[in-house]
């Protein structure tokens, strides 16, 4: 089974039936929507689907605490690894990886992507993207990243056949429930857990909008509370 726990935002921990946490796009310093009181305890692996600082600033603190392994795309990687984090690990798009129990598969996403220096000035991120998870079940979990809906996700579907998928829903950065109601009908899966929404005011997009639009199951997470999935 896989322990799922929203933290706000686009971030994720996950619990692996192995007992290794692997935790996507953290961030946590600027999150207001970050369950106030939550610590890490555990992290194994980070996921990082592009280089915006609400996706990757709180790795460096946890590479620090935990020396985790770091998937990211090339150019992500690369600035990463000039910043002192250890661990890294840089693939692309359509490639796969396995990181002690977990294969990930790097697919498209329709965003874009860049790091900032201390200074101020901004460094290509190469292309956003997003991750399939293969776990040990059997089963397989999509988290789109930051996107809008594109006609490849059928192709995630013909590929991988996600049962979970994670969908942005907020609007303005990303899309809105209903593209990511359409991505849902392109990607079938059983279950879809709502991210990216609410945390700024601007994220206007909310899971019962979605709810309303699809047929399967959305799971909407309290910030801080595992699901077990």
């Not at 909008?209 to 997470?221: D, F």
Request: charge should be negative; aromatic fraction near 8%.
């Amino acid at each position: 089974m896989l322990q799922i726990t929203w933290l706000g935002h686009s971030t994720f921990s996950l619990t692996l039936a192995s007992g290794e946490v692997v935790v996507i796009d953290p961030f946590v310093a600027g999150n207001p929507s970050f369950p106030q009181g939550y610590d890490f305890t555990r992290v194994d692996i980070i996921l990082a689907t592009h280089g915006h600082g609400d996706h990757i600033s709180g790795i460096a603190e946890l590479s620090n605490r935990f020396s985790p392994h770091i998937v990211a795309n090339y150019e992500v990687a690369t600035w990463l690894a000039s910043q002192g984090m250890k661990n890294t690990i840089g693939m692309n798009i359509g490639g796969s990886v396995t990181v002690g129990s977990l294969k990930v598969t790097m697919t498209p996403a329709v965003h874009s992507s860049m790091m900032e220096e201390p200074d101020g000035t901004t460094v290509y991120g190469g292309l956003a993207g997003g991750y399939v998870l293969h776990l040990a079940d059997g089963r397989n979990a999509y988290f789109a990243g930051d996107t809008d809906v594109f006609g490849d996700m059928a192709l995630i579907r013909e590929l991988h056949a996600p049962t979970l998928a994670v969908l942005p829903i907020g609007d303005f950065y990303t899309m809105s429930p209903r593209g990511a109601a359409i991505a849902t009908r392109l990607l079938q899966p059983h279950v879809v857990i709502p991210s990216h929404y609410g945390t700024f005011p601007v994220l206007t997009g909310t899971p019962a909008e979605l709810q309303a639009l699809v047929s399967c199951k959305v799971l909407t997470l309290v910030p801080g509370v595992p699901v077990t999935w």
